[in-house]
């Protein structure tokens, strides 16, 4: 990731952390899905790092269970609306501003974690060299046998997204290179809601296989609620509740990736 893109990805965070804590409000299937798997996982008192974690979704949730979390992020406003969340909901959460692509050389992190959250970084760093990088950075600090949670945008999910909220968009000469790498089965790295990667589904896993890893899961964080997430999320409970367990069903197989707008990597550190 280029300087600029760095510029570009922590202005378009700092502007609105409440928006950013808000998309994973109200039951969204996304979260439900994703902590459904950490808690598989990740046990109370067990250190977690949560890296590109924003305004704290996932450690203020993972600190009520009883988890040592610490955050980074690198947003200086969202680790600010971090750490206002925690005080409120009465936990207590290590924050630090920085950028993921250099955690290997940050003196305030500790050594080693039981498990690491990359749910952030992957989706913002366009150069294939800079996503290695970091996840041969984030590996250094887990645990051999301890649990990396990795997440990715999927390009064919950013097109579900399209379709859902802006299809109009599709005309603008700037969709073009989206729209050339989606008909042509690759992974687009580039402008999008600010710099952003979008990764193939079938590109995750020959990703993660160059790290030492053992796959646990790969899964369709919002199952396959995505393109109708605006009819599904006003029903009542009960309806709702039964989707979740469908999309919980069927997460995992590889025909309902392309259903998500985001797929999550499960691996243990295998050395």
């Known amino acids: 990731m280029k300087i600029d ?3 570009i990805v922590k202005a378009h965070y700092d502007a609105d952390p409440q928006k950013e804590w808000d998309r994973l ?4 299937f996304e979260f439900r899905l994703a902590s459904h798997y950490m808690e ?3 046990k109370p008192s067990d250190s977690v790092l949560d890296i590109g974690g924003g305004p704290g979704r996932y450690s203020i949730w993972l600190a009520q269970k009883g988890c040592d979390v610490t955050l980074l992020d690198l947003s200086e406003q969202s680790i600010e609306f971090a750490r206002n969340k925690a005080a409120d909901y009465g936990v207590s959460i290590k924050t630090f501003t920085g950028d993921a692509r250099y955690i290997s050389a940050n003196p305030k992190l500790a050594k080693k974690y039981d498990h690491v959250l990359i749910m952030g970084p992957l989706y913002h ?3 294939e060299s800079d996503r290695t990088g970091v996840v041969r950075g ?3 600090h887990l645990k051999k046998g301890g649990k990396l949670f990795a997440s990715f945008i999927s390009i064919i999910g950013g097109m579900v997204f399209m379709l859902r909220e802006f299809p109009e968009l599709i005309t603008l000469p700037a969709e073009q290179h989206f729209v050339d790498a989606l008909v042509g089965g690759r992974s687009y790295g580039g402008d999008g809601f600010t710099r952003a990667f979008f990764a193939y589904p079938d590109s995750i896993v020959p ?3 160059q790290f030492p890893l053992k796959k646990l899961h790969l899964f369709a964080q919002e199952g396959i609620s995505s393109p109708f997430v605006h009819r599904i999320m006003p029903l009542k409970q009960e309806a709702i509740d039964e989707w979740f367990r469908i999309s919980l069903a069927v997460c995992e197989k590889e025909e309902f990736l392309a259903y998500a707008e985001h797929l999550m990597y499960v691996g243990e550190k295998t050395k």
């Open 25 to 28: 409000a109200g039951g969204k």
């Open 125 to 127: 760093l366009v150069d």
């Open 138 to 140: 984030v590996i250094s």
């Open 5 to 7: 893109d760095a510029v």
């Open 40 to 42: 598989k996982h990740i």
């Open 207 to 209: 990703f993660m296989e």
